[in-house]
């Protein structure tokens, strides 16, 4: 008999797609990056960072972990997101934000000693 559950799988991760994609944002530079490039750049890195906060990454048990999951939930408040009236450059500072904790997590979460199975 199979068991039903009531909670959603996480979606799943493509770990190597997420580390192509914060590393293009990490490599960009402010001089050469249009706003453009900027805004679609930090909406991939947001979606890959909103993946994985999906996933157990152990953050009950793990003081590190809890506290990257709390800097990226600020980050994803709505009001500290950029706007269309937001400087290049604290749209630029915002992406990598994002993209380093994405980053950080996206580590924690290919750690097979971290990585739940």
């Not at 909406?43 to 890959?48: Q, R, S, W």
């Not at 990598?96 to 997590?105: F, I, T």
Request: with cysteine; proline share 3%.
């Amino acid at each position: 008999m199979a068991t039903v559950t009531n909670e959603p799988e996480a979606p799943t991760v493509d770990a190597e797609l997420m580390a192509h994609c914060t590393d293009a944002a990490l490599r960009m530079q402010l001089g050469t990056s249009t706003r453009e490039d900027i805004d679609t750049r930090t909406t991939l890195v947001i979606k890959h960072l909103n993946q994985l906060l999906a996933q157990e990454l152990g953050a009950d048990e793990d003081s590190d972990v809890r506290d990257l999951f709390r800097q990226a939930y600020r980050l994803l408040d709505l009001t500290s997101r950029p706007t269309k009236e937001t400087a290049a450059f604290n749209a630029f500072v915002y992406m990598r934000d994002v993209a380093n904790v994405a980053r950080r997590l996206l580590w924690i979460y290919t750690e097979p000693s971290h990585h739940a199975t």
